[in-house]
Structure formats: structure tokens, C-alpha cells
Nanobody, 118 residues
Framework: QMQPVESGGGLVQPGGSLTLSCEASGIFGLNAMAWYRQAPGKRRELVAV???????NYKDPVKGRFTISRDNSKMVVYLQMNNLTPDDTGVYYC?????????????WGQGTQVTVSS
């Protein structure tokens, strides 16, 4: 199966935390792995990316709050999200990326919904 499977989303209050998981055995070896999100009415955007050596790149709005990691033995990618705000609401997707610039391959899964609301 090439499409990744995301999980871990849900409803959380502002200031709360969530950890997203992505099972990506079909695409894990392509290159880097990344998380993207799509807010209502907006285009999908890169959130964070991690390459095979563990180097990471984060978009400015999530720096210092989100942490991307990968378990190479399990072929799983994680996104730890802390101090969430309503602006973090959206559908979160993981995908393989062509490098730390986050340019995605075309292996989109169903995503997992994150809603930050009081």
C-alpha cells in the first residue's frame, strides 16, 4: 500500500497537545517524510519535514511548538503538537517529500482531522 495512514487527530482545547502518527511503509524509503495540513478554505501547506538523517525543517507558525520524528524500524512518522491554537485546525496529512523543502510526492492518504476549539 503506497498511501500513508494518518491517525491521532481529535478535538482539543487551545493550549492542549496532540500526537499524530503516520504509518507509511509503502513510501518510507523514498526520501524525507513530512506533515502537511489543510485548513478550511485554504490550500494544503507544509508543516514540518524530516529527512533520513534526522534533519528537520519547520514552517514558522509551528516552530517551537511542533516536533516531527520518525521511527525507521517501524516506518512510522510522528508529529507532536503542543500549545495548540485555533489556527492549527485542519486536516493533517503525511507524505514522502523530495527533500527538506517539503516538495511532496503524490501519495496522499485520508488525513486526520485536528480541531482546536474551546
Amino acid at each position: 500500500q503506497m498511501q500513508p495512514v494518518e491517525s491521532g487527530g481529535g478535538l482539543v482545547q487551545p493550549g492542549g497537545s496532540l500526537t499524530l502518527s503516520c504509518e507509511a511503509s509503502g513510501i518510507f524509503g523514498l526520501n524525507a517524510m513530512a506533515w502537511y495540513r489543510q485548513a478550511p478554505g485554504k490550500r494544503r501547506e507544509l508543516v514540518a519535514v524530516i529527512n533520513r538523517d534526522g534533519y528537520t525543517n519547520y514552517k514558522d507558525p509551528v516552530k517551537g511548538r511542533f516536533t516531527i520524528s520518525r521511527d525507521n524500524s517501524k516506518m512510522v512518522v510522528y508529529l507532536q503538537m503542543n500549545n495548540l491554537t485555533p489556527d492549527d485546525t485542519g486536516v493533517y496529512y503525511c507524505n514522502a517529500a523530495r527533500g527538506l523543502n517539503g516538495a511532496p510526492y503524490n501519495y496522499w492518504g485520508q488525513g486526520t482531522q485536528v480541531t482546536v476549539s474551546s
